[in-house]
């Protein structure tokens, strides 16, 4: 009687360890995939099938952006040296800047 107490004892015993392992794994997992989706975004990725051509990684996205923004700024008066600062004095030299619509 006390055998099977025993082997009841540790096959409850291995349910529960086996459990708890279970969960830790399940959890490693999740983890592990949500790090490996930052690093895929940080890093990129190469060509492969179903992504032919890639995905730029953070730092590429972020110059993108940048080059975007610089372009914008030609259309900011600065003093003189950008695009909307020369097209005012273009439009003030030929009289533009004064013609009724």
Do not use: C, W
């Not at 975004?41 to 990684?57: A, C, I, K, Q, S």
């Amino acid at each position: 009687m006390e055998t099977l107490l025993y082997i009841s004892a540790v096959i409850v015993a291995v349910g529960a360890a086996a459990e708890v392992l279970r969960r830790a794994g399940r959890g490693t997992l999740t983890t592990s995939r949500k790090v490996s989706r930052l690093v895929d975004d940080l890093v990129g990725e190469p060509p492969r099938p179903g992504l032919p051509t890639g995905r730029p990684g953070l730092m590429a996205r972020v110059g993108r952006i940048e080059d975007r923004l610089d372009a914008l700024e030609e259309l900011r008066p600065n003093g003189g040296q950008s695009l909307k600062d020369q097209i005012d004095r273009i439009a003030h030299a030929t009289g533009a800047d004064q013609a009724e619509h």
